[in-house]
């Protein structure tokens, strides 16, 4: 239906940033809600960001502090997580996700659809 390819990741020291990128494909004719979630080794799945179909309305975690923002450019499918001033405890595999239900945006990984593979994210100290 949906295929989301998550890229970005990297090796980053703390302090720096990182912008990740998730394409989309498939059955990308409607705009879906967009999420982010992290999960690191041996921790639940946590929720990062999320933004609604038109880009207008976004929601982050509270660990974020204003470091983190989400953006999406429908014309090229592709939803955008910048992160910056990124911490050690930043690290994880950061999956994006999208939605087909109909709300305008939601934190709970289990209101989405479609998952990519994830792209790692190592902040040194």
């Known amino acids: 239906q949906v295929q989301l390819v998550e890229s970005g990741g990297g090796l980053v020291q703390a302090g720096g940033s990182l912008r990740l990128s998730c394409a989309a494909s498939g059955r990308t004719f409607s705009p879906y809600v967009m999420g982010w979630f992290r999960q690191a080794p041996g921790r639940e799945r946590e929720f990062v960001a999320t933004?609604?179909?038109?880009?207008?309305?976004?929601a982050y975690a509270d660990y974020t502090k204003g470091r983190f923002t989400i953006s999406r450019d429908n014309a090229k499918n592709t939803v955008f997580l910048q992160m910056n001033s990124l911490k050690p405890e930043d690290t994880a595999v950061y999956s994006c996700?999208?939605?087909?239900?109909?709300?305008?945006?939601?934190?709970?990984?289990?209101?989405?659809?479609?998952w990519g593979q994830g792209t790692q994210v190592t902040v040194s100290s």
């Open positions: 996700a999208a939605s087909r239900r109909a709300f305008t945006i939601s934190r709970r990984d289990n209101d989405y659809d479609y």
């Open positions: 933004i609604n179909k038109s880009g207008g309305t976004t």
